[in-house]
Each structure stands twice: as C-alpha cells, then as structure tokens.
C-alpha cells in the first residue's frame, strides 16, 4: 500500500521558517520525482517544488524560489521542504506528491498525479 504521510505543518510569523517532512512507503522512492503542491484557501492548486531523484534535479515557483528549499533522504523515504522568509500568501494546505515526472507535480493536477498525501496546514500570520 503506499503512503505519502506529512508533517510539520503548522502556525508560524511572517518572515519565520517552518519545514514540512514527507515519509513515503509502497513505492521504490528513487524511481519517483517527489515535490509539493500547495492549495490556499478559496483558489486552486499550485505546483510549488519537485525533486527528481533519479538525477537530483530540483523545481521552483517563481513564488517560492530563493525561500524553500526541498531535499531527500533516501535511506529514511522521506522529503523534506524546509519553507523560510515565510510570507502571509504562503499560507495553504499543502500536499506531499509523488509521480514518475516532475512536471505531473508541477502541474497539481490530481487527476494525473500517481500518489498524494492527506495534507498538512501551514498557515502564516502577518
């Protein structure tokens, strides 16, 4: 059975850091891109972040680029976004994705996403 578990969501400042853990299982990890999407309150979903971990190649939103920063630890399944200069419009549930293509991640899109996660709340007071 697979299973993308989050965590680490949570409240923080404007301009503080929080970083979110995402434990998979079922699946070979190093065969899958793994990333983020992310859904604010009253909008859609938004690609955030994706990490391939077949070459080690990593994707941005331009909304997030230069803040977050997503990274793996494959001996433990799980990856990490650790989310910093964290802004009010960062404020979302966000949702662990795995796919065999970062650009599936990139487009949140569920209906063609492999494996996803329950989500965790990360909401940023300003």
């Known amino acids: 059975e697979v299973q993308l578990v989050e965590s680490g969501g949570g409240l923080a400042q404007a301009g503080g850091s929080l970083r979110l853990s995402c434990a998979a299982s079922?699946?070979?990890?190093?065969?899958?891109?793994m990333g983020w999407f992310r859904q604010a309150p009253g909008k859609g979903r938004e690609g955030v972040v994706c990490?391939?971990?077949?070459?080690?190649?990593?994707w941005y939103a331009d909304s997030v680029k230069g803040r977050f920063t997503i990274y793996s630890d494959s001996a433990k399944n799980t990856v990490y976004l650790q989310m910093n200069s964290l802004k009010a419009e960062d404020t979302a549930v966000y949702y662990c994705?795995?796919?065999?293509?970062?650009?599936?991640?990139?487009?949140?899109?569920?209906?063609?996403?492999?494996?996803w996660g329950q989500g965790t709340l990360v909401t940023v007071s300003s």
């Open positions: 994705a795995a796919d065999p293509l970062c650009s599936i991640i990139r487009a949140a899109n569920s209906r063609l996403l492999e494996h």
């Open positions: 079922g699946f070979k990890f190093t065969d899958y891109a």
């Open positions: 990490l391939d971990n077949s070459d080690g190649s990593t």
